[in-house]
C-alpha cells in the first residue's frame, strides 16, 4: 500500500512537499514515479528516482523546480516543489516500479498506485 500526503492549495511561487509512505513493502526493491493528472488531461509522469542507483529523471515542465529523494528507512518518497504554478493544479500519485531505471511513462511499467492527493495552485 502506499500513501500520499502533503498536498494543499498554495499560491503562485509557493512550495509543497508531497510525502508517499510505503506499508507491507520495503522501497529498496523499487523505483518510485511521481505522477499527476489535471481534470480533462492523461495522466503524466512527473519525477521518478530509480531502483539501482537513486538516479532521477523529470518532465521538462518540472525541471529545476521539483526534486525527488527517497528515504528506505522512512519507507517514503518525497516530492519537494518549488515556484508552483496554476499548471501544476493537479491530483498526484507516487507508483512504483521494477524498472532497473525509472521512466516517466506511466501504465504497465509501475505496478502499485497510490490513492492520490490534491495539489492546488491559486491565488
Known amino acids: 500500500q502506499f500513501v500520499e500526503s502533503g498536498g494543499g492549495l498554495v499560491q503562485p511561487g509557493g512550495r509543497l512537499r508531497l510525502s508517499c509512505t510505503a506499508s507491507?513493502?520495503?522501497?529498496?526493491?523499487?523505483?518510485i514515479g511521481w505522477f499527476r493528472q489535471a481534470p480533462g488531461k492523461g495522466r503524466e509522469g512527473v519525477a521518478c528516482?530509480?531502483?539501482?542507483?537513486?538516479?532521477?529523471l523529470y518532465d521538462d515542465s518540472v525541471k529545476g523546480r521539483f526534486t525527488i529523494s527517497r528515504d528506505n528507512a522512512k519507507l517514503t518518497v518525497y516530492l519537494e516543489m518549488n515556484g508552483l504554478q496554476a499548471s501544476d493544479t493537479a491530483t498526484y500519485y507516487c507508483?512504483?516500479?521494477?524498472?532497473?531505471?525509472?521512466?516517466?511513462?506511466?501504465?504497465?511499467?509501475?505496478?502499485?498506485w497510490g490513492q492520490g492527493t490534491q495539489v492546488t495552485v491559486s491565488s
Open positions: 528516482i530509480s531502483r539501482l542507483d537513486d538516479s532521477t
Open positions: 507508483a512504483t516500479t521494477e524498472l532497473t531505471y525509472c521512466t516517466l511513462v506511466g501504465g504497465p511499467t509501475y505496478d502499485y
Open positions: 507491507g513493502f520495503t522501497l529498496d526493491d523499487y523505483g
